[in-house]
């Protein structure tokens, strides 16, 4: 249960290709080489958009685990309320080709400026944005951080048990002169505080918004696996 949640809360309220997003390049303060920045609310607002899918691997000795991420955009539909951008988002991961974890539902957004609202699952389970986040800048650079709120998960839509919190942040990381990771980086904790868990999901961008590379960080039965 909390492997599924952390890989799809933390992953679909996070980065993932973009059609359009753009970033340019500035002059570093008192001259010198440029600067690349990155539209990431553009990044972001558009991620939804477009039908995409994703495949990564990773490893455990002789284990090899693959993880699919698919993304259908949706009509819009009422969510906590109001209208929300919706998508359809399905994952799956397989061991050493067997299927040990498969999950979808729908994906509640806003794009310009982007802002996720929740998720509902197919199995039941039922994610709200409790603590909204600040609009994501359109000029970031490496090193760049912020908040991308709370998540509260919810045993189903009525909303009357809590099951886990997720605190996330955004980070730009390092990669070549004119890429970088966009991660979030997800904590999750049961109703008493304590951490249950952690996970990240990033992005490799270039300056021009596109997406040429994924790295996720997350934990299945117990292992902390990086997929790529």
């Avoid at 690349?36 to 939804?48: I, R």
């Avoid at 919190?165 to 980086?185: G, I, K, M």
């Avoid at 304590?194 to 040429?212: E, L, Q, Y």
């Amino acid at each position: 249960m909390l492997s599924r949640l952390v890989l799809i809360l933390a992953t679909a309220a996070l980065l993932f290709g973009c059609n359009g997003a753009g970033g340019n390049s500035s002059q570093a303060a008192g001259g010198g080489d440029a600067v690349a920045t990155f539209a990431l609310d553009t990044f972001q607002s558009n991620l939804f958009k477009v039908a995409r899918s994703f495949t990564a691997t990773a490893t455990d000795g002789a284990d090899t685990y693959t993880l699919f991420f698919s993304i259908a955009p949706a009509t819009d539909a009422l969510f906590e309320g109001a209208i929300r951008k919706r998508a359809v988002l399905s994952f799956t991961i397989r061991k050493n080709g067997v299927t040990i974890s498969a999950t979808n539902g729908d994906y509640f957004y806003q794009a310009n400026p982007w802002q996720n609202f929740g998720m509902k699952f197919s199995s039941g389970p039922y994610a709200v944005a409790t603590t909204l986040h600040p609009a994501l800048p359109n000029n970031a650079t490496v090193g760049s951080t912020g908040s991308l709120g709370v998540i509260t998960h919810y045993t189903n839509s009525r909303r009357r048990i809590v099951a886990l919190r997720q605190e996330s942040t955004w980070t730009l990381e390092e990669d070549t002169a004119n890429t970088a990771f966009f991660c979030e980086n997800a904590v999750i904790r049961n109703t008493s505080g304590a951490v249950v868990t952690t996970g990240s999901s990033c992005s490799r961008i270039d300056t021009s918004g596109n997406i040429i590379g994924i790295r996720f960080t997350i934990a299945v039965n117990d292992l902390m696996l990086t997929f790529q």
